[in-house]
């Protein structure tokens, strides 16, 4: 028995794919690439933009085709948002909304004994539902793990249809999260990624209101664990209290995502973020404060409607003041269904694309003086080493810069110090000690 699972989308995604594949692998079903021949295809789909649907559509279709009268389990965004233009494609067994993705395994294994093969739909209640508990004992990767957290999301952002395909906060219970952690410790990994819908909206919904703070502050505590590192964060979220009790956990690593979208405050009440630039600004100045070399990341979006070209400069200020190392930036895409979609004065794509050559021109600038900042000061960094490229290892520095080494073996999943020797403006190079 022969299953294969084909991911889009993000990080929590991945992980649920992950533990649905363990959860095959228990069942005794032997997990092969989406390429290969299969008796199951699962599908886990993304449905945050309407490419993303069009895409899921079509992996599905390619995936039915390639491998006719396997038992096909369509889940994720897409799934739960459409569950009924799901079923219309022919060859699909299971439709599988997403606070239900534990039961995937044991019921795709049902199917394909079955004879009866009629497509069938698993209802997610994703607002009044507990949290949909899954795990990983030993992650698929070779380097760092990633633990989902919690799900949904209480914002309404204008762009985003995210709520409404995966629902309200729900949290894992601190327990199962910190045992989890603790057995992929036990398994050889040493750096863990918490990640979520809302990162930050963590414990939101207990009564007790255990915070992502305390959760880390736990963590923090497991021998073995030398790297904790979070899924993105809302500049609102990084608040002084939060950041006074995560500031002393030497686990928690000088390197922070934040979702930015726009760096100018009209258009972010258009977005209808929680934030303005000035509450951003004093956030990431005291993030800074409290955590040495500390590198930040950020999602921006271009594009959006009613942003004028004084707005987009404003952006470029921002983002020119903040001096962030890494920016990942799309222009706007229309999502139907959400309130942006129906805004008057919608950008041009040409307009969009040309607004995100312009931040990226700027942003491939920062980054080379950033890198070569790190350069003259740095002298040696430890990094943990995760791929092989041709003559080169790659990997990460605490505060994720990424560091090539020219080395014939491959280090993956080790921590090693390195002389830090010189930069091309999009990596720094070194020499093992």
């Known amino acids: 028995m022969k299953a294969c699972i084909y991911t889009l989308g993000c990080r929590v995604n991945q992980y649920e794919s992950d533990a649905i ?33 069009r895409k899921s559509k079509q992996i599905i279709r390619r995936l039915i085709s390639k491998n006719p009268g396997a038992t096909v389990v369509v889940t994720g965004c897409y799934s739960q948002i459409n569950p009924q233009d799901a079923m219309n494609i ?26 009866n093969r009629q497509c069938q739909i698993i209802k997610s209640d994703i607002y009044s539902g507990k949290f949909d508990t899954m795990e990983i004992s030993t992650p698929i990767t070779r380097t760092r793990a990633f633990i989902k957290i919690q799900d949904g999301c209480n914002s309404k952002c204008a762009y985003c249809i995210i709520p409404y395909a995966r629902g309200t906060v729900r949290s894992s219970s601190p327990e199962h999260i910190l045992a989890e952690a603790k057995h992929i410790v036990n398994s050889g990994f040493g750096e863990i990624v918490f990640t979520g819908i809302e990162t930050a909206a963590y414990g939101k919904d207990f009564k007790n209101r255990h915070s992502l703070g305390d959760l880390l502050k736990e963590a923090g505590k497991i021998e073995g664990l030398k790297r904790i590192r979070l899924g993105s964060l809302d500049p609102s979220a990084i608040t002084k209290e ?34 303005n630039i000035e509450m951003a600004k004093k956030n990431i100045d005291y993030l800074r404060s409290c955590f040495n070399n500390v590198m930040l990341s950020a999602d921006v979006i271009t594009g959006f409607p009613n942003e004028t070209e004084s707005d987009f ?22 999502r139907a269904d959400t309130p942006a979609a129906q ?11 040309e607004r995100l050559h312009r931040l990226q021109e ?34 990460h520095t605490k505060n994720f810069i990424e560091v090539r080494v020219k080395c014939s073996e491959n280090k993956s999943g080790e921590f090693l110090m390195v002389k830090i020797t010189h930069t091309d403006g999009k990596a720094v190079f070194g020499e093992i000690i």
């Open 21 to 53: 594949m363990q959860e095959l692998k228990k069942y005794g079903a032997q997990i092969v690439s989406p390429g290969k021949e299969c008796d199951i295809c699962i599908i886990n789909t993304c449905s945050v933009t309407s490419e993303s649907d």
């Open 313 to 334: 400069q404003q952006t470029l200020d921002f983002f020119k003041e903040q001096r962030f190392l890494h920016l990942h930036i799309f222009p706007y895409s229309k």
């Open 362 to 395: 700027q942003q491939d600038k920062i980054k080379k003086e950033i890198l070569e900042d790190f350069v003259k000061k740095a002298g040696t960094a430890e990094v943990l080493f995760e791929s092989i490229d041709g003559e080169y290892i790659q990997g």
């Open 242 to 275: 939060f950041v006074d009790s995560i500031k002393d956990i030497p686990s928690v690593m000088p390197h922070f995502h934040i979702s930015m979208q726009s760096g100018c405050t009209k258009t972010l009440n258009e977005m209808r973020r929680k934030y």
């Open 90 to 115: 022919e060859g699909v067994s299971l439709i599988c909304g997403n606070n239900d993705k534990s039961k995937i395994a044991k019921k795709a294994i049902e199917l394909y004994n079955c004879k």
């Open 343 to 353: 805004m008057p004065n919608q950008v041009p794509e040409a307009i969009k694309k």
